[in-house]
């Protein structure tokens, strides 16, 4: 978390007058946790598949013949069954708990009595289960709660009745899952990637991409100190906001549009 707080006051400090610092903050967050996400399910996806490199960068689009488009297609699809394959095993390790009792205080906060790998806990919401960090309690309700990972979510009822079939890992990542992430995941984001703001007339031109201690992801992925970032998938940085990352992540990769040593540049990351 330090590190993200000293980055965000480097930030602030390139802020032009009359910039709502609170709003560049929350921007920040989302267009920092859309790149750490992108680049993590990229290299998770490099290192479940054994594939070669597939990140690409180059001052122009290639020409590919139809042949090659379709062996790659044909790759992509594998590694996609590959990655919806570990998806359905993550959930399935989940069986094993087994919702038995809930707990409200004064009406106000409530908690759930939850039976996992023989041990019995208590916890809130946005708790999460021992030894499944990215997975939380993400709602409770009256008689159940809802379970929430980085691929969707599964609702229980008491004595382990299960109310809804976990969402499509391929289905669009929610915003309130988003928000878990990006509150939850802070310190990687900041071990990812850095940035620096660059303004032009007051407004917010692109951001200069640094790496952070995870300096052999960022250099894996294609990407260099001092590379500007203005687009992801077509979109302005300046128009990113939280209801349009879901949407990015969802198409399986990331285009970056970037300047470098004064030329436009892509790096697709397929994941």
């Known amino acids: 978390m330090a590190a993200f707080r000293s980055m965000f006051y480097q930030l602030y400090a390139r802020l032009p007058l009359g910039v709502n610092r609170r709003a560049m903050f929350e921007w920040t967050s989302v267009v920092l946790a859309t790149l750490a996400i992108g680049l993590s399910a990229w290299h998770w996806q490099q290192q479940e598949t054994a594939q070669p490199n597939e990140a690409t960068l180059a001052a122009k689009p290639a020409t590919i013949s139809a042949a090659a488009k379709l062996e790659q297609s044909s790759t992509v699809n594998q590694k996609t069954e590959t990655i919806l394959d570990k ?8 069986e094993d ?3 038995v009792g809930l707990i409200r205080s004064n009406g106000k906060q409530s908690f ?24 939380l309690i993400s709602a409770i309700h009256t008689d159940s709660i809802t379970l ?8 229980l009822g008491l004595n382990g009745r299960e109310i809804a079939e976990q969402k499509n890992a391929a289905q669009v990542i929610k915003l309130p899952q988003l928000r878990n992430i990006i509150l939850h995941e802070t310190d990687s984001i900041a071990d990812h990637i850095q940035a620096q703001a660059n303004y032009e007339n007051g407004e917010l031109k692109s951001l200069s991409l640094m790496p952070s201690t995870s300096t052999a992801l960022f250099e894996q992925a294609g990407l260099e100190r001092g590379d500007q970032l203005t687009h ?13 990352v879901p949407g990015l992540l969802s198409k399986g990769k990331m285009e970056l549009q970037l300047k470098r040593d004064g030329l436009n540049r892509q790096l697709t990351l397929l994941f």
């Open 148 to 155: 929430t990972g980085p691929w969707g979510e599964k609702q």
């Open 97 to 99: 708990v087994e919702l």
């Open 232 to 244: 992801v998938n077509d979109i302005p940085i300046a128009n990113l906001g939280l209801s349009s």
């Open 112 to 135: 759930a009595i939850v039976r996992w790998h023989d041990e019995q806990l208590v916890l809130a919401q946005h708790d999460s289960l021992p030894q499944q960090k990215n997975i």
């Open 87 to 94: 998806q359905a095993q993550a959930w399935q390790d989940l």
